[in-house]
Nanobody
Framework: VQLQASGGGLVQAGGSLRLSCVASGSTFNDYVMGWFRQAPGKEQEFVAAIKWSGATIRYADSVKGRFTISRDRAKSTVYLQMNSLKPEDTAIYSC???????????????????WGQGTQVTVSS
């Protein structure tokens, strides 16, 4: 499984960005795709995850109502639409994939076996 993330950049507070993660190397019908982020000097944290079927979505409390995760099966791509960005959203964002996760484990990075490279998101105040 290969994951290629893109879409990061520099944006002012209150602005928006959309991250993309293109997946290849497998059929992903029973996979969960997740986004995690790591800010300088901080632990990696869960952002959002979606089952490839689209039936289940989970968000971190810190991004609920501002971020939206979605997927396009035809393009094998998962998106993270980030609105109302705050300086505290500044981090390296990475996408990850894992087969057959249940809801309670979707937010735990240790359950994800495949990772893409990160993309930097910087939000200026």
């Amino acid at each position: 499984v290969q994951l290629q993330a893109s879409g990061g950049g520099l944006v002012q507070a209150g602005g928006s960005l959309r991250l993309s993660c293109v997946a290849s190397g497998s059929t992903f019908n029973d996979y969960v795709m997740g986004w995690f982020r790591q800010a300088p000097g901080k632990e990696q944290e869960f952002v959002a995850a979606i089952k490839w079927s689209g039936a289940t979505i989970r968000y971190a409390d810190s991004v609920k109502g501002r971020f939206t995760i979605s997927r396009d099966r035809a393009k094998s791509t998962v998106y993270l639409q980030m609105n109302s960005l705050k300086p505290e959203d500044t981090a390296i964002y990475s996408c990850a994939a894992a087969p057959r996760l249940i809801y309670s484990t979707m937010g735990q990075s240790s359950f994800y076996s495949n990772w893409g490279q990160g993309t930097q998101v910087t939000v200026s105040s």
